[in-house]
């Protein structure tokens, strides 16, 4: 399942790298309350010729082989508000994309996606965007001593190390409204025609992409090798990982994890453990404070000692500006 719009799901079926006809289909009786996200492999019966006017029916959904969640903390004022969600079906790595200004990087949110992939058992891959405006030195900083990937785009780079990246494979780009997702699904695939939007409409709660969007990389050259599939998705504010639990937390931290393997067995690891090692490696200069002090972070804002609205993005990690909505 590809695409979803007003209960109507875009599918296709995949042979290999070659795709069939856009088949609509709605959801059977029979699947119950089970969402259907994009990414989901799914069983299709009925007219699934793909010819306008027809409709076809998802009668089930296949085991997926991961799921990136994230619990909506963008509403907790009502009780659905708080659900956790699956964003992405099957996905097998998720590019974070963050522009390096207009709006600032924010390391906080990065460090939120990169807990979300560990859980979902998905490859991170950074992209940073719009490295014509700023350096990226600040945020390669930050993340030093992790070996994690990433990319530097700008309006006319080369996008061939991206494309290799992504050969193969389902990534999933996640990110801040207006850091360029779209205008790099565009370039990526010409045909895609996603709607790119002007950043001085962020943080009026607008925002350019309404749904996710799965798409077919064109081949590389001549290769019949599977490009892969890239998905658009709506930006977001924060990445809310209440349902990942406290010792899952730490898995987005592997700089950190080692510091903690001679710690108590019921160690928190919060600034209120007295005893917690993690005080004294990042002061030996094992790990940067920074990084600590984001983990704490986020230790706190599951414990609900912090406001989601407030909290979730750092002013410490590398960037300054509080001045662009989270
Ligand atoms: N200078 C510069 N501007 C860029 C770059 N990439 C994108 N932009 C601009 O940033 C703005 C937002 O881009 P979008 O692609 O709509 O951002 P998005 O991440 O898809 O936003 P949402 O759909 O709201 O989540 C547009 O005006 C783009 O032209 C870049 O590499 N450099
Ligand atoms: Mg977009």
Known sequence: MIAVDRGRYGCVVVDGSVDGPLITAMRARELGRKSVVVGDRVALVGDVTGMAGALARIVRISERTSALRRTADDDDTTPEGRL?????????????????????PRTGFIDRCLVAAFDADVEPLLCLTKADLAGPEAVLDYYAELDLPYVLVRPDSDLSDLRARLAGRISVLVGHSGVGKSTLVNRLVPAALRAVGAVSAVGKGRHTSTSAVALRLPPVGRSRTDPGWIVDTPGIRSFGLAHVSAYSLLHGFPDLIEGTLTDQPNCEHTGNDADCRLDAWVQSGKADPRRLASYRRLLASRAGDVDPHTHQEDPSGGDASPAHPA
């Open 84 to 104: 956790e969600r699956v964003v992405v079906a099957n996905a097998d790595q998720l590019v974070i994309v963050s522009a390096l200004a207009d709006p600032p």
